[in-house]
Structures are given as structure tokens and as C-alpha cells.
């Protein structure tokens, strides 16, 4: 039932919720009538309280009542389950004052001045919880290293923690293309941002390397002892997998739980299974139910098999029956083998335009791969330096990729990873033989000689069928990766990668890929159905992939990008078009230019693959 159904709600606007260096944030409270005491999920955006589902979004495909804010709960699903609803904007958006500064340990301290003081109203029970996507999931692991006194569980789906790692230098490369598209959609000449703004984008760039700037913005995830569900999906690289992983494993809450799942970035999330997950777990937490959700395994994970998958609980990570599995590469073949090849061997690409591709021969009976894997690869380099690319992928007998679903909802491999060359230098004390940790705090210089790289390829889960093939990629860029490439003009400067890149092989350079080889376990079958990983959705949303669209919007020509909603406006056409197809080559994505009926004038396609 939405929540304009529900009988005389109650929907207070714009607190001032008091914070403790005398400044506010500005509150909404969405909650049922009457004097009965409930739960509160608290979330806190710099994308606005106010920007509701509907008006920003319309067409992405699920059916959310018009007090729907992207990506958070919908209060028109949770208010009927007897919780109250409190979003506030963040410091420096719209009704808050201040600074913008993303993260910041003011940033954190709003929130858990926030989550203290809905604890108090005469509403509450006392029991908060935090429930959100991508963002609203990364100001959780944050304000959850805090403690605030009456914060009860947490639900981070799909987010980072480590804002260095995860998110903005992979592997020590700057990830520019998703951040650039993210600061620009949210904050650059954007009415709701109403002060000062501490810009990443010069941060990022003047900041290559890890310091206490990126530490204050990061979780110390050793410090929550909140019960957690943390959910992550298995394609959605970049920004919502590894720090989902490595928060579960981190955390010191004694009750924990990890749902990997796969499915474009917010489908899962207000699924009615996804859904059904959040109120088992938040039911028990705050409100007292003894609905055995304290007692459910540690783990859920989506088996995949290309784009289906089959349910199946585990409990621990890595899975204690992994068998550690070295596949070593050959140079000279450009093969993938079980056993270690005699001879040496050198393989080489150009960079920063080539790759190389090595694969297994068919395999002879189904193999599952569940975990981290480390691609251990001793290189050189005729540049200064050397970036790494890595993809893992899965074939059929008849040569076609099995892919996974990406963040878009499109295809993308079944596992990456990067590494700069320069930024080889481990950590010994954080580093795991099956999961590299690079301290990422200076330069190294490449050797003449050869040297090894320790290459953290992100974890992944799917099953290659009998006869199947991996195939793994060693690229010098990621330009196929489209929005999420790596390609900042700085960062990744030609003069500095340019040349020949070598990879050796042999006795002496033992190159591999470290599986993590699952054998079966009659104990922990899974479901054994396989189902389509993506949710049916309404028509309305069928196709959509990130395209630009030049359209007739309110009166207005703006500029929109698909299932995210308005970029920019313009008070002609010509001028939407200009402005339009400049995004769309930026996008490297279609730019669709509609008629002032909403009807499609001209598909323009941008030249390049897809991932």
C-alpha cells in the first residue's frame, strides 16, 4: 500500500535536527498516526530529501509510491510494516547549511547526531536502523565505525568503504569516468547545492596516492558491532562489490550476514525477495521478532551460471572447503594450463591500445569458482610504468561469451581487477595469500628485469559448464568499459605508459591465476532452480542502457541520461542537441533526439565495443 493510501500519515517537514557544533540538518519524518512507538530507518543524501522517485526517474521500471527517493526505502512499502521513515538532506544540500564535503568527519558526525536524536522522539522506540543503496550505503559502514548508542543494525546494499580502494583508485589507477559522470549529475550547477563545496575531482587528482584524506573518508570497519546485513552484487565492479566483502569479513559485529547477488545496480533492491530480506532482518533487530532471522547463515549467494543463478547458503569467507587453485599461464601458447609450463616464455602487447588474451583448453567436467582470486604475473615494461587491466571471462563450446549483468543491467565479465605496476608494494600485514592488500602510499619504480605483480582480481562466483572455457584478458586500458573506464589525461599520461608491455612465463617467472576451485557439497546443494537474475519490471523500462535522450521535458529541452534522469537544460532545441550529443560522445553511449511529441526523430551511435 503507498503511503498517500495510508490513512491520516503523518509527514513532517524540514526539522532543524541540531547538530553538535550548533549548525542543523534538515529532517523529513514519515511515520503512521497515533502514539504507538516504532522503529525509524534513518538514511542522510547530498542528492536531496526532496527529489522524489517519480518526478526524477519515471520510467526505470518498479512500482514505488510517490514519497520515493532514489535508491532508499520507499515509505510507501515500510510505513505500513509499522516503521517510521527519516530522511535528511546532508550538510550543504538544499535545506541543510553549510559546506558540501562528502564523507568528511563532520559529514559522519551529522549522521550519527541525526540517528541519536530520532532515537529521542517521543514516536521511536529507540531502535534505529539504516537501510540504503550506494551511497545511503557507504555513510553507513562510516557512522556505524562511530557507535552511536541507539543505532541497532545496519543494511548497507551495494557500497563501498574504502574510498580509495573501492571506489576511486583501483588497483592505484584512477577510476575519472564513473566519478566525473557522478559529480557532474549531482553537484556541479545543481540548485540544490547551496554553499561551498569541497570538490573531489581536484582532490582525486591531486591526491594519486593513499593518505589521511582518504583515511577520514574511509570506515574503520573494525570498529562496528552493529548486527549487518551486507549486500553486494557480483557485476557491479568499480564501486559495490569489494567493500561489501571486505566489510562483512572486517566487521566485528557478532551477528553478520553476506548477500551477494547479481542484477543491475537497483533492481535488486526493491525486488519483493530483496525486500523481503531487508524486513526479515530489520523485524528481528528492531523490533524484537523472533522470526529466526538471527539464526540464518552467515552467507546467501547467488551461484551464477552466465545470467542465471541458483541460491545457495555458505558459512564463511573464503568458503572453508575452497580448493586453492593455481592455473598457470603460458607465454609462449598464450594458454591458461593446470600444470606449470617447462619452457620459458614472452608475450608481448603495445600499450596503451593492446591486450593479450589467454584461455583454457574446454573443460572436461563443470568447475565452480567462488572467491577471491589473485593473478599473480611477472612483467616489464619499455615505459616508466605499467597499467594493468584484467578481465576474467567465461565461453561456451560454440565461442560465445557467457557474461554477467552489469550495474546497467548490460553484459560485463565475470571478474576484473587492475594494478599499477609502481604500486606493487604490499602490505605484510593485511596481505592474504589469496588477497593481495597494496599499500598504494608511494611509487616504486619498474626494474629493468622482470618483477612480479600481485594483481587483487575482485571476488567473483559462476560455474563453468563442461566444455566451457575461461578466458583471461591482460589489457593496457579499459576503453571497452565505457562509463567506468580509466583513462584521466593526468593519472594515465601517454608519455609515461606508452611502449611495449612483456609478460614472462616459465620456471623462473612463474605467472597464475590462484582460484578459488569449489568442489560439491552434497551438504549445501543450493536451491537447485536456476532463475533469471534480473526482476520482470513494467514495460515502460524495457531497454534501458545508459543512452542520452534529448526530449521535450515540462515545457523545457533537457538533457537526460537513461534511468537517471535530467543532466541538463536548455531553452532551445539546437542548443539541447549541442549539448546532448557533447554528453553522449563523453558517454561514449547513444544519443536518441526525440520530437516535441516524445516521439524518436534520430538514434545517433557512438563508434567502440560494449563491455
Known amino acids: ?26 529532517a523529513d519524518v514519515i511515520r503512521a498516526p497515533g502514539e504507538k512507538r516504532c522503529p525509524a530507518i534513518v538514511t542522510m543524501t547530498p542528492y536531496g530529501k526532496d527529489v522524489y ?21 520507499d515509505p510507501g512499502w515500510w510505513v505500513p510494516r509499522g516503521y517510521a521513515c527519516v530522511r535528511a538532506d546532508s550538510r550543504g544540500i538544499a535545506n541543510s547549511p553549510g559546506t558540501l564535503d562528502p564523507l568528511s ?27 540504503g543503496i550506494s551511497f545511503y550505503a557507504i555513510v553507513q559502514w562510516k557512522v556505524a565505525a562511530l557507535k552511536p548508542p541507539h543505532l541497532a543494525a545496519i543494511v548497507p546494499w551495494e557500497g563501498a568503504n574504502d574510498l580509495y580502494r573501492d571506489w576511486i583508485y583501483h588497483g592505484g589507477i584512477y577510476g575519472n569516468g564513473f566519478i566525473d559522470f557522478w559529480w557532474q549529475l ?70 553478520k550476514r553476506l548477500l551477494m547477488m547479481t542484477g543491475s545496480h537497483i533492481d535488486p533492491f526493491y525486488t519483493e525477495w530483496g525486500k523481503a530480506e531487508q524486513l526479515r532482518f530489520l523485524d528481528h533487530w528492531l523490533k524484537g521478532e523472533d522470526n529466526g532471522a538471527q539464526d540464518d547463515p552467515p552467507l546467501r549467494l547467488a551461484i551464477r551460471y552466465g545470467s542465471e543463478i541458483e541460491w545457495r547458503d555458505e558459512y564463511e569467507w573464503p568458503l572453508a572447503r575452497t580448493r586453492w587453485t593455481k592455473l598457470f599461464l603460458d607465454a609462449s601458447a598464450r594458454s591458461l594450463q593446470w600444470d606449470a609450463p617447462e619452457q620459458p616464455g614472452v608475450t608481448i602487447y603495445t600499450a596503451p591500445e593492446s591486450y593479450v588474451v589467454f584461455e583454457t583448453d574446454p573443460v572436461a567436467e563443470q568447475t565452480e569458482i567462488t572467491g577471491p582470486v589473485l593473478l599473480r604475473l611477472w612483467v616489464s615494461a619499455s615505459a ?92 593496457a586500458n579499459d576503453e571497452h568499459m565505457i562509463a567506468l573506464r580509466h583513462n584521466h589525461e593526468q593519472d594515465r599520461a601517454r608519455e609515461r605508459f606508452a ?104 538514434v545517433d551511435s557512438p563508434p567502440g565495443e560494449s563491455a
Open 1 to 26: 500500500m503507498p503511503v498517500s493510501d495510508v490513512p491520516d500519515f503523518v509527514f513532517e517537514k524540514n526539522i532543524a535536527v541540531p547538530t553538535r557544533d550548533g549548525s542543523f540538518v534538515a
Open 53 to 73: 522517485w517519480l518526478e526524477r526517474y519515471p520510467d526505470h521500471g518498479f512500482d514505488v509510491s510517490r514519497y520515493a527517493v532514489w535508491e532508499t526505502p
Open 105 to 131: 568527519r563532520t559529514d559522519t558526525e551529522d549522521y550519527y547526531d541525526l540517528i541519536e536524536w530520532v532515537a529521542e522522539q517521543p514516536w521511536c522506540n529507540g531502535k534505529i536502523g539504516l537501510l
Open 186 to 255: 549531482h553537484f556541479i550547477d545543481q540548485p540544490l547545492v547551496n554553499g561551498p563545496v569541497v570538490d573531489w575531482r581536484e582532490e582525486f587528482a591531486r591526491r594519486p596516492f593513499y593518505d589521511g584524506w582518504y583515511r577520514e573518508r574511509s570506515a574503520e570497519l573494525e570498529q562496528i558491532e552493529v548486527p549487518l546485513l551486507s549486500a553486494g552484487n557480483w557485476g557491479a565492479f568499480h564501486l559495490h562489490l569489494r567493500g561489501n566483502v571486505e566489510g562483512f569479513v572486517q566487521a566485528s559485529s557478532r551477528h
Open 384 to 475: 616508466e610504468d605499467m597499467d594493468v587491466f584484467v578481465a576474467l571471462r567465461d565461453f561456451g563450446p560454440d565461442g560465445q561469451e557467457r557474461p554477467g549483468i552489469g550495474p546497467r543491467g548490460g553484459a560485463v565479465p565475470m571478474a576484473v581487477g587492475w594494478l599499477r605496476a609502481s604500486h606493487r608494494e604490499l602490505d605484510p600485514e593485511r596481505s592474504l595469500p589469496y588477497r593481495p592488500y597494496h599499500k598504494h602510499d608511494a611509487e616504486l619504480p619498474l626494474p629493468a628485469e622482470p618483477v612480479a605483480l600481485d594483481v587483487e582480481v575482485w571476488p567473483t562466483c559462476f560455474v563453468l559448464e563442461r566444455g566451457h572455457t575461461l578466458r583471461l584478458e591482460i589489457r
Open 499 to 602: 611502449g611495449e608491455n612483456r609478460i614472462h612465463t616459465g620456471p623462473e617467472h612463474e605467472s597464475y591465476l590462484l582460484l578459488p576451485v569449489i568442489p560439491y557439497d552434497p551438504a549445501r546443494p543450493g536451491t537447485g532452480a536456476r532463475i533469471k537474475s534480473a526482476p520482470t519490471r513494467r514495460e515502460a523500462a524495457a531497454g534501458q542502457g545508459g543512452r542520452v535522450h534529448t526530449i521535450l521535458s515540462g515545457g523545457v529541452w533537457a538533457v537526460e541520461l537513461e534511468g537517471y534522469g535530467e543532466i541538463s537544460r536548455h531553452p532551445t532545441r539546437d542548443e539541447a542537441i549541442v549539448a546532448g550529443r557533447e554528453r553522449a560522445r563523453r558517454s561514449r553511449a547513444d544519443h536518441v533526439i526525440h520530437a516535441e511529441d516524445g516521439s524518436v526523430e534520430e
